[in-house]
């Protein structure tokens, strides 16, 4: 699913990227030396009270929390989206192809290159995939874009939202699903795994999400969750 136009979108974005790291090359970066605390990108289909929660507590200790969504806000959240992703066409095509092929979360390639150029452009010290399970990214092509940007990325775990599961397909591609899984997760350096318990990890190593640091961080308090993933990207960034 990686064309040759998307390859030379990815150099583009890699040669953006080492840009925004030169102090002298962008007056823009200049001018982030004076800012203080950490900037975290939370990403997710919709803004959820988790999202909500996280954001609240980085801002109260000074640091910057960018919300990315598809949807925009949701009842109950009281915070809106600071970045859009996608729109509910690109969504329904992307479901559409998905269900066809067994490709779920392979698609939406010109919106994640969309939503790349926006996080490399910010230079986040940590970018928090909180939700990816829906149809509103391409996952292999985000996890190549930021191994070679060298991002910290931390993927938020339940047993719901595993990629690769809990999806129909009309032409069911099992074998080809799980490889294309195992393979994009395998090789994503910086990529540290949070599970709402033991046995989401559990279900995650067998579905091919193994070989990387795992954290159990339960969302029954949000608040705390909020604490102890804060603590975590101080800890990776």
């Known amino acids: 699913y990686l064309t040759p136009t998307i390859f030379r979108r990815i150099k583009v974005l890699r040669f953006a990227w080492i840009a925004s790291r030169n102090t002298n090359f962008l007056f823009s970066n200049y001018l982030t030396n004076f800012e203080v ?51 509910s066409v690109d969504r329904a095509v992307h479901n559409a192809l998905a269900w066809l092929s067994d490709t ?6 010109r919106v994640t290159a969309s939503l790349l150029d926006r996080i490399i452009a910010l230079n986040p010290d940590v970018v928090h995939l909180v939700g990816s399970n829906n149809a509103f990214l391409n996952i292999p092509f985000m996890a190549y874009v930021m191994m070679r940007c060298k ?18 397909a009309l032409i069911k591609r099992g074998k080809f699903r799980r490889k294309t899984i195992e393979s994009t997760f395998r090789a994503w350096d910086l990529l540290h795994i949070v599970c709402d318990s033991k046995h989401t990890a559990e279900c995650a190593t ?16 949000t608040s705390k969750a909020a604490e102890q993933y804060v603590t975590l990207y101080d800890n990776i960034k």
């Open 104 to 109: 779920h979360g392979m698609h939406s390639t």
């Open 206 to 221: 067998l579905n091919g999400l193994d070989g990387h640091p795992t954290y159990i961080i339960s969302n029954d308090d």
């Open 37 to 87: 605390g950490m900037k975290i990108v939370l990403i997710n289909y919709s803004v959820t009270p988790m999202m909500t929660a996280i954001a609240k507590r980085l801002e109260e200790l000074g640091h910057q929390a960018i919300i990315a969504t598809a949807t925009g806000d949701v009842e109950g959240s009281r915070r809106m989206a600071d970045l859009k992703i996608g729109n």
């Open 151 to 168: 991002m910290p990325v931390v993927l938020s775990l339940t047993e719901d939202t595993i990629p690769g599961t809990g999806h129909n």
